[in-house]
């Protein structure tokens, strides 16, 4: 390759009229960057959102009053496990606790320590923790956006909340989840179910929903009809509705990405105008030169078409590169904000590196093709016409 | 000119290289594990999104409710993010 005149004249080419490529690049490069680092965080997101579904209850039962969540009653907990085919019906207690009215919120969770699956989570999530020492008195843990939010309101070692009832309630910080799980426990507040009904202001025999499993997958769509039926202001939520929510999630039919992809579409289309105007405007002669000179068709398309190669190639691995930087080792500052929100806690989650090759693949050829044609094309045009006219 | 070529590839190999290592030793094993046990604890996998008081944090159950500037209320950003 190095021997050969074309390779040779090629680069001379290439390097000679670098300054008109690096402004193509560049913007190029802009727009892979955006591209890539919005499809790696949703990817990202996405892959951590699925590897927990494996621990979500197989329904979720809520009872509903003119459209809105309203608290269910513990009763439904018994007709509930009357249900042939249903296994370990839990309740779950949770709720937002304002910090300071409309301001920075919590979400509390109130979680049955006793519960098998809890105890076992807890296990695996603190080895060291004491789960006796835990449930001795009233303890929390917290967050990593609550434990720094109360430690810079002066609450380092816990909070008193103040019930709805106008009581004040003293909670100890017991331990800080891991920074790893920020992107569900950020703003998580884990109480015994207790305490959790006690701040939200809760009944005793009221629970926030109720999720059940069933075991068996084909009796799912059985089991939830016969839930429905129970009772009429029943609404009840399946893993399915929830796996398809996570499939979904910040794609194309979202509204904010549909956005993002039309920009990005139209700033491409500007892009290959250029290209294509350019090639007929400031590179026709230089066409028109090579075939007096006995250049073929053939190897004038050649030569265009690796010229075109190296920038999409140069620009697609650099904007590529640059997101998977952007991304999954600083974290995504600000782009970040936009999926996950900035009005509450600051969340600094952890990224798990996802790459989609399916999706990269497809940026690949969505960007190289019409980006080869808007060169090529206009380069065959010139080229079939005779030299002299092509010179004008 | 070859060398140049040389040059700018190499580069491009070094970042697609390095990238390439990044991808493969980073550990997602201690991550995702600590996801499950924050999802297996509380039963529940819902983004932790920071949020204004009117909009939803728990997804598929809350819904945006702003009662003090009803006809004020931006358009939800979650109905945009979210298929419903």
Known sequence: ?392 | MAKAFYTVFSFLFLITFSVSIHYVATDRVSATNSLSAVAGLTRMGSLSLSVAYYEPRVQRIEKANNIIYPEMMSIDRMDFVYEN
Do not use: C
Not at chain 1, 66 to 89: C, F, M, R, Y
Not at chain 1, 145 to 170: A, D, E, I, R
Not at chain 1, 361 to 373: E, H, K, N, R, V
């Open chain 1, 1 to 392: 390759m190095r021997t050969s005149p074309f390779f040779h004249f090629l680069m001379l080419g290439f390097f000679k009229e670098r300054k008109k490529h690096i402004g193509v690049i560049a913007i190029s490069l802009v727009i892979l960057f955006l591209l890539g680092s919005a499809l790696f965080i949703s990817s990202s997101i996405r892959y951590s959102l699925n590897q927990t579904l494996a621990w979500e209850p197989d329904f979720v039962v809520q009872r509903t009053q003119g459209g809105q969540k309203v608290n269910a009653p513990t009763a439904w907990i018994d007709d509930l496990l009357e249900v042939h085919g249903i296994s370990k019906v839990t309740p779950r207690v949770y709720g937002r606790y304002f910090f300071k009215a409309k301001e920075n919120s919590f979400l509390i969770v109130g979680v049955d320590f006793m519960d098998e699956q809890s105890n076992k989570a807890l296990r695996m999530m603190m080895d060291e923790t004491d789960l006796k020492q835990f449930l001795k008195g009233d303890n929390m843990l917290v967050g990593e956006g609550v434990s720094t939010h109360l430690k810079t309101h002066f609450y380092p070692n816990g909070y008193t909340f103040l019930t709805p009832k106008g009581v004040f309630k003293k909670v100890n910080l017991f331990k800080v989840l891991p920074k790893k799980s920020n992107l569900i426990s950020n703003d998580m507040i884990i109480v015994p179910i207790e305490l959790a009904r006690e701040i939200l202001g809760m009944g005793e025999d009221e629970v926030s929903d109720i999720a059940l499993n069933v075991p068996n997958d084909d009796e799912w769509d059985n089991v939830a009809d016969k839930i429905s039926a129970f009772y009429y202001d029943i609404h009840v939520t399946t893993k399915e509705d929830i796996k398809k929510a996570y499939e979904n999630l910040y794609n194309y039919k979202g509204g904010v990405f549909l956005i993002l992809f039309l920009i990005v579409i139209v700033t491409f289309v500007l892009i290959l105008y250029q290209r294509y105007s350019m090639v007929y405007s400031s590179e026709r002669r230089h066409i028109g030169l090579l075939r007096a000179l006995g250049w073929s068709i053939r190897d004038v398309l050649k030569l265009k078409f690796f010229e075109t190669m190296m920038i999409v190639v140069i620009a697609f691995v650099l904007g590529v590169a640059l997101a998977y930087l952007y991304v999954f080792v600083l974290g995504a500052p600000l782009l970040r904000e936009i999926f996950l929100g900035g009005a509450n806690l600051p969340n600094s989650v952890i990224l798990v590196p996802v790459l989609d090759f399916g999706i990269l693949s497809s940026i690949f050829l969505i960007y190289a093709i019409p980006f080869i044609s808007a060169v090529l094309i206009p380069t065959w045009k010139i080229a079939v016409t005779d030299p002299k006219e092509a010179m004008l």
